[in-house]
Nanobody
Framework: QVRLVESGGGLVQAGDSLRLSCAVS????????MAWFRQAPGQEREFVAV????????DYADSVKGRFTISRDNAKNTVSLQMNSLKPEDTAVYYC??????????????????WGQGTQVTVSS
């Protein structure tokens, strides 16, 4: 059974930092591109960041570039998202997702076959 379990969300003030983690089980983690998406109320789910499965290359949405850092630990089957300088517009439910040997169109949520349940991040102004 594949499980992706996010943790680390919470309520913070603008300018603060949070670190999200996603613990993955039930799949060969090192063969999966891992990504974070987010969804704010009334909005579409949007891409945040991805780390490749083969070479650990990363990609970020323009809105978070320079503030967020995605990383993976293949020994622990975890992917993390370090979020610094948080803004109220970062408020959303954050989801981790896995794509088997994904390399093309990593920003497309339809590519991802496995998803976590999400963790709420709320940034107050």
């Amino acid at each position: 059974q594949v499980r992706l379990v996010e943790s680390g969300g919470g309520l913070v003030q603008a300018g603060d930092s949070l670190r999200l983690s996603c613990a993955v089980s039930g799949l060969s983690f090192s063969n999966y591109a891992m990504a974070w998406f987010r969804q704010a109320p009334g909005q579409e789910r949007e891409f945040v960041a991805v780390v490749n499965w083969s070479d650990d290359r990363t990609d970020y949405a323009d809105s978070v570039k320079g503030r967020f850092t995605i990383s993976r630990d293949n020994a622990k089957n975890t992917v993390s998202l370090q979020m610094n300088s948080l803004k109220p517009e970062d408020t959303a439910v954050y989801y981790c997702a896995a794509d088997y040997r994904g390399s093309n169109s990593p920003r497309d949520s339809r590519k991802y076959g496995h998803w976590g349940q999400g963790t709420q991040v709320t940034v107050s102004s």
